[in-house]
C-alpha cells in the first residue's frame, strides 16, 4: 500500500514539473556600448506573465 502512495506521489510531482514549462515567453535582448576605456554589455530578459489568447507583446 505504501509502495502505491510513494509511486502515486512520484508521479503527481513529475506531471506538475512538466506541465507549465513550455508554455513561457520570453524576449532577450543584449546591447553594447564600446568607449575608450572598454566595453560594456547589459542583457535585458522580458519574460511574458499572461498567457492567452492575446498575449501582451514581449518586447
Known amino acids: 500500500m505504501t509502495r502505491m502512495l510513494t509511486l502515486a506521489v512520484a508521479l503527481g510531482?513529475?506531471?506538475?514539473?512538466?506541465t507549465g514549462c513550455?508554455?513561457?515567453?520570453?524576449?532577450t535582448t543584449e546591447k553594447t556600448v564600446s568607449t575608450p576605456?572598454?566595453?560594456?554589455?547589459?542583457t535585458t530578459e522580458k519574460t511574458v506573465e499572461k498567457?492567452?489568447?492575446?498575449?501582451?507583446p514581449a518586447n
Open 37 to 42: 576605456d572598454g566595453s560594456t554589455t547589459t
Open 51 to 56: 498567457s492567452g489568447d492575446n498575449p501582451p
Open 13 to 18: 510531482a513529475m506531471t506538475l514539473g512538466f
Open 22 to 27: 513550455s508554455e513561457k515567453a520570453s524576449s
